[in-house]
């Protein structure tokens, strides 16, 4: 089968969208297309250059015997900026509070297409240089966990709030969920990551950050560092955290009438800093 | 800015890919592009081509005031095929069996490029039309449900095991759990759902159907009707599920001492039928 240009670029486009940062070798493509490797170089600048100039993100090429073509789905400024207005407006424009003050959320943070962005997202601010595994801890910020570890293409993690028989020998610690105020336990099969790997972490809200502050003990426990934490929505009170240096795509102060929620000016200048897209 | 064609095929490409199963009208693409409209349904011709011939699943445009082009994430029969051989092999070449007799799959379930090709399985098999929500439990099947309602763009609910207090009120049943041979229960906000919805279930793993069975009498409770049910291995023994008519990617003999693992015919052939891809 032989294929025009625009049919190649047309495949290439789709295989890298479909695997953010996997490396993909030349060969793989000409083997695919039947095609010259200096053919299909000038297919790569091709798609180089309409992700550049459609702001779509980036895709670079590595040299070398282990080189390739690889796509970051980076997101530029003016996305990030819109998307989390619009995310912000969502929340507080409907009728959301919950019996104890509650926000309902899940319409939001279980909606393919959002989680995916907000994958994206995570992935241009948070830094994911060998990194080995996404960690979160059920239930709510498993999505969103998911979409930022195939953004990032690296393995996701789950922490059980109880240990399960069917996962194996677990390691577990003790916590106070500040949601509750109850002591309560989490904990990883001991099989599922080794010592000195390094991770990130992903949790849907943080309010005193209690649960991050476990997750960042059981971390401890198994030998682990964390490289990042990443949060969706951070309440404005308390200021005092437990734990320092997280990413808060959003910021809520529960004291509002309205459940005020908007976007965190800080991770907007992140990404001008990363990536002048 | 004015686009090449090959240019204008890469940008269609990516935005098709990366929403499965939603119709862009085609203005969106001419303001996008700044071009006329004729120029862009050559395009998308080209795209609708490139995609049959490279087997990357359908595009299909649909004619009318509300019309547009969608891209529809089928995959090919070969390709279904040597996934789950894959998979299978996976499965069984390692040391995977846990105390209790359980297989540790943790590593293949929440691989995001794995459970990404499950979902876009799922959604070749299992007839997702006129369905409003798909309908998992918590918290092993949690990342293929998301990839498959990603697939087939239908929200995502997830079943809890506890009645969470930041949920709001809930509706919940009570269930003989057939792994650990115990009465738990499960529930569902009340909010999440609308009565007369239709939905699918999605689940990681079957023996006897018992948490199956309870998603469905949770259904029944809402008043809501279930279009089908998935799960990505059931096993051969016992033959007599609680739940009938459901969709089982992979088959496993528990008795087998490798535990043996094989692709389910029925799919395999299922895909031919459907598609002839």
New interface residues.
């Given amino acids: 089968?032989k294929?025009k240009?625009?049919?190649r670029?047309?495949?290439i486009?789709?295989?890298l969208?479909?695997?953010p940062n996997?490396t993909f070798t030349l060969s793989y493509f000409t083997e695919k297309f039947n095609t010259a490797k200096s053919t299909l170089s000038e297919d790569v600048m091709?798609?180089k250059?309409?992700?550049e100039?459609?702001k779509?993100g980036r895709v670079i090429t590595i040299p070398g015997a282990s080189g390739g073509v690889r796509y970051i789905p980076d997101v530029s400024k003016d996305e990030v900026y819109n998307f989390l207005q619009t995310i912000s407006k969502k929340i507080q424009s409907e009728d959301r509070v919950?019996?104890?003050g509650?926000l309902?959320l899940?319409?939001i943070i279980?909606?393919?297409?959002i989680?995916?962005s907000i994958g994206n997202i995570f992935a241009s601010v948070i830094d994911y240089t060998n990194v080995d595994y996404l960690v979160t801890i059920?239930?709510k910020g498993?999505?969103m966990a998911?979409?930022t570890?195939?953004a990032m293409?690296i393995?996701?993690?789950?922490i059980?709030k109880n240990s399960k028989?069917?996962?194996?020998s677990s390691l577990g610690i003790t916590y106070v969920s500040g949601?509750?105020g109850t002591v309560q336990t989490m904990s990883l099969?001991r099989?599922?990551i080794k010592e000195g790997s390094r991770v990130i972490l992903i949790d849907d809200f943080m309010r005193g950050g209690g649960t991050l502050k476990g997750m960042h003990d059981l971390m401890k426990e198994f030998k682990v560092e964390v490289a990042a934490t990443g949060v969706l929505i951070s309440t404005t009170k308390p200021e005092e955290k437990m734990i320092d240096n997280y990413f808060s795509l959003l910021e809520l102060d529960e004291q509002s009438v309205k459940n005020k929620v908007w976007p965190n000016e800080k991770i907007i200048n992140k990404i001008s800093e990363n990536l002048n897209l």
Same sequence: chains 1, 2.
């Fill in positions: 089968m294929l240009r625009n049919e670029i047309g495949a486009v789709k295989i969208t479909e695997h996997k091709l798609v250059s309409v992700f100039r459609m779509l919950l019996p104890g509650f309902y899940i319409d279980y909606d393919p297409d989680v995916a059920e239930t498993i999505p998911l979409m570890a195939k293409n393995p996701l993690l789950i059980r028989i069917s996962e194996g949601t509750s099969p099989r599922n």
